[in-house]
């Protein structure tokens, strides 16, 4: 986490009114020029990653869910080992929708005629189907994440269908990670929304309540989930987990 710490010289003027309280804070936090950042950094367990280890060594799948940044929880996963060091990750960025398009015309050829002649059956359901414009495709993108910086990449591209098999089968391949505000998006099917949730190794930015939704998409996707949570808002993902583990 980055603090940014700004200053700025009162006169005698304000600073007697903020003393007497005659000024408010915000009256005179204004033109302030940044001096410094500090930087706060809380070091994972000395034991959190032999436990990742045995987890793994068991067959068992570990991720992250936090309402940390993006940046913050890929950093936690990777020093506990829940992620790789140099494991690829793919973060989702949005939902790809080509538009319908209609099968192209039957060719009559140059000899046949423009209309039927009398007497010829009307066209079947099945004809008549196959003139029918082709459903919208959509497709899930992700860019993977610098290692070094953490930025994405869109030049590492990734494409999944916007389905359970779709998600699932990229998450073979790559480490999925989500945002909140990605997983909200009111374009994204509840299908891929919750296929995301169940097969993404972290999770970020995540309030109380999407907490427990994607617990209920692991569990649903028919995995069996020990939540632990260390916090109040990890209480709703704690009473959707099979096994909870709080930590107090």
Not at 97 to 123: C, F, K, Q
Request: charged fraction near 20%; aromatic fraction near 2%; proline fraction near 7%.
């Amino acid at each position: 986490r980055v603090l940014a710490l700004a200053a700025r010289r009162l006169s005698k003027r304000e600073a007697a009114g903020v003393a007497s309280g005659k000024l408010r804070a915000s009256d005179v936090e204004q033109g302030a020029q940044i001096v410094g950042l500090a930087l706060f950094r809380s070091a994972a367990h000395k034991d959190s990653s032999e436990a990742v280890e045995l987890l793994h060594a068991a067959g068992i799948r570990t991720c992250v869910i936090t309402g940390d940044a993006l940046g913050t929880g890929v950093w936690a996963a990777r020093e506990c080992g829940v992620l790789g060091k140099r494991a690829r990750v793919a973060c989702l960025v949005g939902l790809e929708e080509e538009p319908a398009r209609p099968d192209p015309p039957p060719d009559a050829g140059p000899d046949l005629p423009e209309t039927d002649p009398p007497g010829s059956p009307a066209p079947s359901r099945a004809a008549s189907l196959s003139l029918s414009a082709h459903p919208p495709s959509r497709t899930l993108l992700f860019h993977e994440l610098s290692r070094k910086t953490g930025r994405l990449l869109p030049a590492r591209a990734h494409r999944a269908p916007a389905t359970a098999a779709g998600v699932r089968a990229l998450s073979s391949t790559v480490a999925l990670v989500a945002s909140g505000e990605a997983l909200g998006t009111a374009e994204l099917p509840p299908e891929a929304r919750r296929a995301v949730c169940a097969h993404a190794t972290v999770l970020a930015r995540i309030d109380p309540l999407g907490k427990a939704e994607a617990i209920l998409a692991i569990e649903a996707s028919g995995e069996r989930c020990m939540m632990v949570g260390d916090g109040a808002n990890d209480a709703a993902a704690l009473q959707a987990a099979t096994c909870s583990v709080a930590l107090i």
